[in-house]
């Protein structure tokens, strides 16, 4: 019998300024160095964090590629500091084609998933592409998740998951509506499927976007465990396969779904 897993997962925010990769990548170089002080495994960073929250004609020129110096940059902090990291940012992949993605780097900084938006907002279709899968993957020992922003408010990409394997879910925001929809949304998941889920999203306001959703950590419960305050900080939660296995227990979710009647 395997022993149950425990995590301290970090949610790390901060007002990423626009166009500026080098200051962006540095603050989230001290973050998850932060973090791993904590004694965080893992730190989620929010969407589109490496350039910014910017409008279609401007972020084109701030993509990145996987393999790039940018992620090797984080790569590295997160082998130094022995923490797992989940980073957002416009991502250059195959033949050009822009995605809205997260990178998931392990603890030795090694790729352990690319996962892209979904769901495409505003004016994210005039250039980034939506993801055509949607899997768990693992890091830290736990089945995740990943995904961004606008995604939280679709439930069937987060039952996706779960029904994979996901009893984490990793999300980078940059939440534009109002923060008390954030909040329930991302409850919601978490507790629609019995998983925790750590969310990090955008602070400030910068090129006629204002952010408004709080950083925070949910469990399988819907509880709030962690919520940030405002301004660039980090939040620390803990992640127990127990909990789920005791959600889940009382109340089977997944097994009691009728793919029947809902396919799926």
């Not at 965080?40 to 393999?67: H, K, N, T």
């Not at 993801?131 to 939280?152: L, N, P, Q």
């Not at 952010?211 to 919520?227: E, M």
């Amino acid at each position: 019998m395997l022993s149950p897993v425990k995590l301290a997962v970090a949610c790390a925010q901060f007002a990423a300024a626009p166009a500026d990769v080098p200051y962006n990548l540095a603050r989230v170089e001290a973050l998850a160095r932060e973090a791993a002080e904590r004694g965080a495994g893992l730190a989620v960073f929010p969407e589109l964090c490496l350039s910014g929250y910017l409008a279609a004609g401007e972020i084109e020129r701030f993509a990145v590629s996987v393999d790039g110096p940018e992620l090797s940059r984080v790569a590295a902090t997160a082998r130094a500091a022995r923490i797992a990291v989940a980073v957002g940012f416009a991502e250059r992949g195959r033949e050009g084609r822009l995605h809205n993605s997260v990178a998931v780097l392990d603890r030795e900084g090694k790729l352990a998933a690319v996962r892209r938006k979904a769901h495409l907002f505003g004016q994210e279709p005039r250039w980034a592409t939506r993801a055509e899968t949607a899997a768990a993957f693992d890091a830290c020992g736990v089945r995740c998740g990943a995904w961004v922003c606008y995604d939280t408010r679709f439930p069937e990409l987060a039952r996706r998951l779960s029904l994979d394997g996901a009893t984490l879910g990793l999300v980078g925001a940059a939440w534009l509506g109002p923060a008390d929809e954030w909040e329930l949304a991302v409850r919601s998941r978490a507790m629609d499927n019995g998983i925790y889920v750590a969310a990090a999203a955008l602070q400030g306001a910068a090129r006629g976007f204002s952010f408004k959703g709080a950083s925070l950590v949910v469990d399988p419960h819907g509880r709030v465990i962690a919520r940030a305050p405002d301004g660039d900080g980090v939040i620390v939660a803990d992640y127990d396969d127990e909990v789920v296995s005791g959600f889940r227990g009382r109340l089977p979710l997944l097994e009691h779904r009728r793919a029947d009647l809902l396919g799926g």
